[in-house]
């Protein structure tokens, strides 16, 4: 099975980026599932429904997301209605939406999407480790085909998950820091492992956002508003080669796909 995992989406740059360039990209690869982190698709941090519908109406399967999920009020009820959307599983238990799921692929394999939150640098969430042992232990009852998308900070907190859950799931591949890191590979175990997948936007910026911008911000310590940048689209993420019986990855692949500018 190949699965293609896109990073994260920011803002209209990275809409324009799926818009532009998914379809060709899972010809191309013979992608058979495609899950984006969209929780930046919406002027650089949040997502709307509209949005949402949208990407997943362009061949995205699922959409994960992370702490900026919660960014555009629209969505938060959403999240129950939509099963593809998911939000970070060690959210309190109250919180509206979904931390994994099981999705069927056309020709009727099912896969586990799992979503978690770091606690480095970040929110004082519940453990994700434990939290994602229990979750994990529930997909597994109806599919070993397991995708966790660790929403984290810390490179350190990311290389413990993988390690924490190799062997259990397919692959453990990082989102949040919108940087596409060089450290992909196939732990011991068969578990498909990456720190970050990168983001899908433009290039030309400061993870996503216009450098004049970012730099006040950092000279002067005014939280000025951020503002995303358009030049230099690319569409980053990996492609994961994944095992239907045994559940483990054979291959893990960084794609970079440069698109031209479009206002």
């Known amino acids: 099975m190949r699965i293609l995992f896109i990073g994260d989406i920011v803002g209209k740059p990275g809409r324009q980026a799926i818009e532009r360039g998914l379809e ?16 930046n698709a919406a002027g650089g941090m949040g ?9 997943l109406n362009q061949g995205v399967d699922v959409l994960t997301s992370g702490n900026h999920i919660w960014a555009k009020k629209e969505i938060i009820p959403f999240l129950d209605e939509e099963s593809r959307i998911l939000r970070p599983a060690n959210y309190p238990a109250q919180v509206p939406g979904h931390g994994s799921g099981i999705f069927s692929l056309r020709n009727g394999k099912e896969i586990g999407i799992l979503n978690l939150e770091g606690r480095v640098f970040m929110k004082h969430l519940d453990c ?7 979750e994990i232990e529930i997909l597994r ?21 993988g390690w924490f859950l190799n062997g259990k799931v397919s ?14 590979r196939i732990l011991n175990e068969g578990t498909a492992y990456i720190t970050d997948v990168g983001m899908t936007g433009p290039l030309a910026s400061v993870i996503g956002i216009r450098k004049q911008v970012a730099l006040e911000r950092l000279l002067t310590q005014i939280p000025w508003k951020f503002d995303v940048a358009t030049d230099e689209i690319e569409l980053q993420g ?12 054979d291959n893990i692949q960084r794609i970079k796909v440069a698109l031209d500018r479009r206002s």
Do not use: C, W
């Open 238 to 249: 990996v492609v994961v080669d994944v095992d239907s019986k045994t559940g483990k990855s």
């Open 47 to 55: 997502i709307t429904p509209s949005i949402a519908i949208d990407i």
């Open 141 to 161: 009852q109806q599919t070993n085909i397991i995708i966790v998308d660790f929403h984290a900070e810390a490179t350190s907190e990311k290389m413990a998950m």
């Open 24 to 39: 060709k990209l899972i010809s191309d690869y013979g992608i058979e599932f495609t899950i984006a982190n969209g929780e």
């Open 171 to 184: 692959a453990v591949l990082g989102t949040h820091t919108h940087v596409q890191t060089s450290d992909e």
């Open 128 to 134: 994700p480790f434990r939290v994602g042992e229990k």
